[in-house]
């Protein structure tokens, strides 16, 4: 949770993203709404085709959304929150309950709230994925941005080309 | 076997005096040691199956390799082809070391040539590069092409060629990132061993899958503004 999965849906997304947000009763996070349900975004191919990008609710409690999301996905792109106190256990809830996805199709782990010049902290991350047996892209990237986020999705779309 | 076919045709200018070192020492192998049932050696340049490899070679000749090079005699230490058996040479060259040498590569052309294909199943010994870890963030950083040839590695082993198709990167680029990755311990090779009848199922089946699947995603590529190059 606030990790920045609306946000990075919003700059690549064509439509005004559809938000289920509602306000966030969570204290031990700063923010005034959260997700619930998921978030919606598309980016339009031709008159018939689209390309869905779902955002899925980040709280445990939410997990059931996981499934029901993950059917028919092309890959799953993984937000890690850096400025939360515990990354990587959060990190490793997302590598189980998205195994069978992350086998069959694609994943990027994409680091937010890092400071993007400290290459040890994402080798850290990239270190704990192969010890937990994933090999897949692990970038930093600012979500505001929509260039780092179309970078997250190049890497994301560049592994089911092999 | 009886006749080594060999090519010294990327020997450069540099390498005169090895090359001729070299031939000098074959002719005596050819005279001196065919009689003890070695194999006889004779300069081809169209139709090798060995390819001697000077100190100062140019990597790039990599992409000009012909298929049915088996073996390598290099002079270079340095010198790395993932589908050719290399033997490396010592300089100076020594004339009995260079004879053991000449030894090991027909056992090795032999060995090829001795393969077992019965029941139409060949046995295709391939090495592929697999991918132990993401690369670290200072190996990416150092070109802008590395975390897509990374990206292609993530998923599955795979031969250089084939790195090199998807990418559409030059051979030699590709090469130097797979040296790269492979020495600081991110990546290695394995040999994979497939029988030709598991290559063969439902071709056309895979092949149209997989030309739909990619032109899926050629157009979300380009609709998101997405280009390798």
New interface residues.
């Given amino acids: 949770m606030g990790a920045g999965k609306t946000t990075a849906i919003a700059v690549?997304s064509e439509i005004e993203p559809m938000s289920t947000d509602v306000m966030n009763t969570d204290n031990s996070v700063d923010k005034e709404k959260t997700t619930v349900a998921f978030d919606y975004g598309e980016?339009?191919?031709?008159e018939s085709?689209r390309?869905r990008i779902y955002g899925t609710p980040g709280q445990d409690r939410f997990s059931f959304m996981w499934k029901v999301l993950s059917k028919g996905a092309l890959g799953v792109v993984i937000l890690v929150d850096d400025s939360k106190p515990d990354p990587f256990k959060e990190l490793s809830i997302y590598l189980e309950n998205f195994s069978q996805l992350i086998e069959e199709t694609?994943c990027v782990v994409c680091i937010s709230k890092t400071d993007k010049n400290n290459?040890t902290r994402?080798?850290e991350f990239?270190?704990y994925?192969?010890a937990q047996g994933v090999?897949?892209?692990?970038?930093p990237a600012d979500v505001r941005e929509k260039q780092e986020v179309?970078?997250v999705?190049?890497?994301l779309?560049?592994?089911?080309?092999? | 076997m009886k006749t080594v076919y060999y090519s010294t045709l990327f020997l450069t200018s540099r390498d005169r005096r090895d090359h001729v070192f070299l031939q000098s020492i074959i002719v005596l192998y050819n005279s001196v040691y065919n009689s003890r049932g070695n194999a006889k050696w004779v300069n081809s340049e169209v139709d090798s199956d060995l390819l001697v490899i000077g100190k100062d070679t140019d990597t790039n000749v990599l992409t000009f390799i012909p298929n049915n090079v088996r073996v390598i005699l290099s002079l270079s230490s340095e010198f790395r082809h993932e589908d050719c058996h290399i033997i490396y040479i010592d300089t100076p060259l020594k004339v009995t070391n260079l004879i053991d040498k000449f030894k090991a590569a027909e056992d090795i052309l032999v060995q090829f040539s001795n393969q077992p294909s019965s029941n139409n199943v060949l046995l295709n010994n391939s090495k592929k590069l697999k991918?132990?870890?993401?690369?670290?963030?200072?190996i990416i950083?150092k070109n802008t092409a590395y975390?897509?040839l990374?990206?292609?590695?993530?998923?599955?082993p795979?031969g250089v060629e084939e790195l090199v198709s998807?990418s559409k990167k030059p051979e030699a680029f590709c090469r130097r990132f797979v040296d790269l990755i492979v020495n600081a311990g991110f990546a290695e090779y394995i040999t994979i061993i497939s029988t030709d009848s598991s290559i063969t199922q439902s071709s056309d089946h895979i092949n149209g899958d997989t030309s739909s699947?990619?032109s899926?995603?050629d157009?979300?590529?380009s609709?998101?503004?997405?280009f390798?190059n």
Avoid: D, H
């Fill in positions: 690549v980016v339009s191919l031709s085709e390309l694609a290459m994402v080798n990239a270190s994925l192969a090999v897949c892209p692990v970038v179309l970078f999705l190049e890497l779309l560049t592994q089911l080309y092999a | 991918l132990l870890q993401w690369p670290a963030a200072e950083a975390p897509i990374s990206a292609l590695l993530s998923k599955r795979m998807l699947k990619r899926l995603l157009r979300i590529r609709r998101l503004g997405l390798w």
